[in-house]
């Protein structure tokens, strides 16, 4: 995956001073690229069977969906607060300033069901360890986490679960 | 397509009050259900032979980066401001009370590249609208939209250019 970097762009100071943003949008505008990409995780993601690959609003969405509907598992839509209609469950956690929440709807998910979350990157893994709570909290069976890419140097890894399936493809 | 709207979950007064959202999030927990539904676009859209498939954020990514994916076509991923890193276009537009923007990255589509616009909803058309034209501004030949769902008492097709290819999946 390494000749893959050359088509991420970076963007220093983005979203704030400090950060060198990897920005993966120039991936999904060549299929071939983004199709190639993904091989590992169609592989890993149907041998492990879930029933649902959950994405995480916005980015996540994208490649979680097209996953999803590739291989023909069901989409769950892990949300920002008060953007998901209806009865929702929620779980807050801890930023490196402030607090943040993710949502997810009320009996979407069948109980026992085996979930994978898919997100385009693991930095801290405040967000996937949330997100992964937010599953087992809805009932269902969080069988693991599959990644884009991951800042190794953040080590949000060691958030995880590790008797989890944990997946990324591309490691900076 | 009409067996199919049972599936679709009504919510009242939301996001505001008189509102009844319409959610497909059940749709896409279903697999064969959520690939039934998009059958008839991947059918035009193999046809229409766009480069890239547009997507509008939040809801907007999912189905639209979905067929993308599964038909190898580019995603161009649309959102709201300041979201987007790096230097983008945007349009700003008139909603029924108040202002909103569009945002699309500079560069990342080819001039003259053959763009559809896949969204969720079809409501007023504000959004769809507005989604074209920042198509157009980034120099790209804009060749239709589609929707899973339109509002059609709304008339939102109505303030979509009528020479451009226009679908939706389910009236209601």
Do not use: C
């Not at 385009?120 to 009932?139: H, M």
């Amino acid at each position: 995956m390494e000749h893959i970097k050359k088509y991420i762009s970076e963007i220093k100071d983005y979203p704030k001073e400090g950060i060198v943003f990897k920005d993966i949008n120039p991936i999904y505008k060549q299929p071939k690229l983004w199709n190639q990409l993904m091989l590992p995780l169609e592989k890993l993601i149907s041998e492990a069977k879930p029933n649902y690959i959950a994405g995480i609003e916005s980015r996540g969405f994208i490649s979680a969906s097209a996953l999803a509907f590739k291989l023909e598992l069901g989409f769950i839509p892990i949300r920002k607060p008060n953007k998901l209609p209806g009865k929702v469950i929620g779980v807050n956690y801890k930023l490196e300033y402030g607090e943040d929440r993710l949502e997810i709807q009320q009996n979407l998910i069948e109980r026992n069901s085996k979930v994978i979350i898919l997100d385009d990157l693991l930095a801290t893994g405040g967000t996937a360890n949330a997100a992964g709570n937010l599953i087992k909290e809805a009932g269902a069976n969080l069988i693991g986490y599959a990644f884009l890419v991951e800042l190794t140097a953040l080590e949000g890894r060691n958030k995880l679960d590790s008797n989890l399936l944990i997946e990324s493809l591309i490691k900076y």
